[in-house]
């Protein structure tokens, strides 16, 4: 009788840069620093200088410009067009491989942003002038837990965290779906989708006092946290169910 064997693929983190996982320990002692700094009362003077200086300095136009570009990272939207290219893409390619990015995406900020945002229950620098119109020194500090929920969600910013993960998702759908067209996608517009979008985020929604500014670099570090484990996952090689696999084919480039 013949034997016969399964061939099984080699599953392999995709590389990263910076190289190895010293970088991801540094985000994560860098937000769990700035945290602890935070509810040791630390920083205020910071945020506060910022939040003023932006108050400020908003007149009209730079307002509203700044509310229009803000957009860039609002969640559901872009949770919407990573699903929407990944699913294009599997159906041009007859795999469902692409739309497990944008999947494992919505899993990795629906399980961080939002609890930690209940955790640390902070106000936003408007909440002196909106409701629930606390005192300015009471906006600033974690951990204010007698208020209600949709009063004390501003740490860390949403925004910037969004912008980071949905980005990098988007650029990744992106190359192989232009490819399939038959066009390449320059490294620098790669590098255009994934950095300019995050950095506007960052700046309009601390400007705007939507977020103080360590709420935002905090979104900045958790971004990058969460990007970093997404772009390491071999989306070609995890291994799928058996009614899947008529539809497994790699999507992502070599490199």
Not at 97 to 124: D, M, N, S
Not at 195 to 204: D, G, I, S
Not at 224 to 240: A, I, N, S
Request: charged share 15%.
């Amino acid at each position: 009788m013949r034997e016969t064997t399964t061939v099984r693929r080699t599953v392999r983190l995709r590389p990263v840069r910076p190289a190895g996982w010293w970088f991801d320990a540094a985000l994560l002692v860098a937000l769990v620093g700035l945290t602890v700094a935070l509810a040791t009362d630390r920083l205020f003077g910071i945020d506060r200088a910022v939040a003023d200086w932006s108050a400020a300095h908003r007149p009209a136009v730079a307002h509203w410009t700044a509310v229009v570009l803000n957009y860039l990272g609002q969640g559901t939207p872009l949770t919407l067009i990573a699903l929407g290219l990944g699913v294009l893409l599997a159906v041009r390619l007859r795999s469902v491989r692409p739309v497990l990015p944008p999947v494992l995406a919505f899993v990795f900020t629906y399980l961080t942003i939002g609890p930690l945002k209940v955790w640390t229950a902070r106000p936003a620098p408007s909440a002196s002038v909106k409701e629930p119109f606390l005192p300015p020194e009471r906006t600033l500090p974690l951990f204010q837990d007698d208020l209600p929920v949709r009063f004390a969600q501003s740490y860390p910013s949403g925004h910037v965290a969004n912008a980071i993960v949905w980005y990098g998702v988007i650029a990744l759908l992106l190359a192989p779906l232009l490819r399939g067209y038959g066009r390449a996608m320059p490294p620098r517009l790669v590098t255009v989708i994934r950095v300019v979008p995050p950095l506007v985020v960052l700046c309009t929604t601390t400007y705007l006092g939507w977020h103080w500014l360590t709420d935002s670099v905090a979104g900045l570090l958790l971004g990058l946290l969460l990007d970093r484990l997404l772009h390491r996952v071999p989306w070609d090689d995890l291994p799928l169910p058996g009614a899947l696999r008529a539809w497994d084919r790699p999507f992502t480039s070599v490199t």
